[in-house]
Each structure stands twice: as structure tokens, then as C-alpha cells.
């Protein structure tokens, strides 16, 4: 699936347009899923299929689901899964207070 953000989108509208002829296209607003582009002659079978990724990705962002069960959901293998995160700028880990605490006591032990 194709992302981009609205201010690309306002500059190259066309790109998009071209884009979603073959896949839907993630519009982004705020690094938040915001609209969906779909091409009217794209089958309601193949679409569906390429929104799973979206829709798992959307669900593991606002930590509904693991990354493992948002990758279920998305019906990718969990490397491409990951990758489609990646694509889309969304962090697998966010860090918390007690991952500096983690990350002192693995320094000490390094060290």
C-alpha cells in the first residue's frame, strides 16, 4: 500500500491518482492514518486484501493489538509485516521510564 502525506498530496495530486490504479493509497495527516484513496476500477476483493495491512497498522499504532496479532491481522508474515511499519513510520517500541531504567542496568553490565 502506497502512503503519503496531505501536503504531498496537495503538491502532486496526480502521483497518488497513478498510485492507486494498482493499490489503495494511505493518506497521512500528522503521521495518522487520515483517508483512504481507492482506484473505482480496483475489485472489492483486492481492495479488501490491501486494507488489512492499513487497518492492522492503525490498531497496532494505537496499541489495540501486539505486533504479532496486528501482523495476523494483516495477513503479511511478520518481516513484511514489520517492514510495512517501517513504511509507514511507525515506531515497533515505544520507550517508556522503565526503559532507560533497562537501559542503565544493561550499560553497567556491558561495562
Known sequence: MYATNVRNLKRNPSEALRHAEE???????????????????????N?????????????????????????????????????????LDIDLVVPDTQTTKEMDTLDLWLS
Request: charged share 15%; proline share 6%.
Open 23 to 45: 493499490e489503495p493509497v494511505l493518506i497521512m495527516k500528522g503521521n495518522q492514518p487520515n483517508a483512504l484513496l481507492i482506484h473505482l476500477n480496483q475489485s472489492i476483493d
Open 47 to 87: 481492495t479488501y486484501r490491501q486494507l488489512k495491512p492499513a487497518l492492522a497498522a492503525s490498531l497496532f499504532k494505537d496499541r489495540v493489538l501486539s505486533l504479532g496479532a496486528a501482523a495476523q491481522v494483516s495477513g503479511l508474515s511478520l518481516p513484511e509485516f514489520v517492514e510495512h511499519l517501517t513504511q
